[in-house]
């Protein structure tokens, strides 16, 4: 099957999700708001919630490592808001916005400084890599989603 978001948009697109703590302590819009006020264009947005297996598959990179099953029953314990955000040089420009993956390290004024928990439920998730955004965005959106 093809890809639906095609090779063509690398280099200007990011996955994100606002992670379940996020979600359950209100802080969807405030996200959103400093997502768009940092100049980054929404190209699909959805409320959705990851089953066991969307997020073993999701996090399949980290299966080794000691936090994955930690890891694994937070992405599901509640729903999460997946988006496809289109900025030129989008990874690194949204990994700035962010923050650090430990909340406590992570620079004043970025979204897990100022919303994350712990290094766990750390509000967001950002793609690290152009080849990953393509394949997360398609994990979460099929094409008539993206606009
Ligand atoms: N994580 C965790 N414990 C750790 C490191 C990471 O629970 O010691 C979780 C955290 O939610 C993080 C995710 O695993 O966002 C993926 O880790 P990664 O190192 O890829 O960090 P990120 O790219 O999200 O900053």
Do not use: C
Not at 27 to 45: E, R, V, W, Y
Not at 46 to 69: C, I, M, N, W
Request: net charge neutral; aromatic share 8%; proline share 3%.
């Amino acid at each position: 099957m093809p890809l639906k978001i095609k090779q063509k948009m690398s280099g200007k697109i990011t996955l994100t999700m606002i992670k379940p703590d996020a979600v359950k302590n209100g802080h969807i819009g405030n996200i959103l708001a400093d997502i768009t006020t940092a100049g980054f264009g929404i190209k699909a947005l959805k409320l959705t919630q990851l089953s066991r297996r969307d997020a073993e598959l999701f996090y399949s990179v980290h299966k080794e490592r000691p936090f994955f099953g930690e890891l694994v029953d937070f992405m599901i314990s509640g729903p999460i808001v997946a988006a496809i955000l289109e900025k030129n040089n989008a990874i690194e420009e949204f990994r700035n916005l962010i923050g650090a993956t430990n909340p406590q390290e992570a620079a004043e004024g970025t979204i897990r400084q100022k919303y994350a928990e712990s290094i766990a439920a750390n509000a967001i998730h950002g793609s690290d890599s152009d080849e990953n955004a393509i394949i997360e965005a398609n994990f979460h959106f099929s094409g008539r989603e993206v606009y």
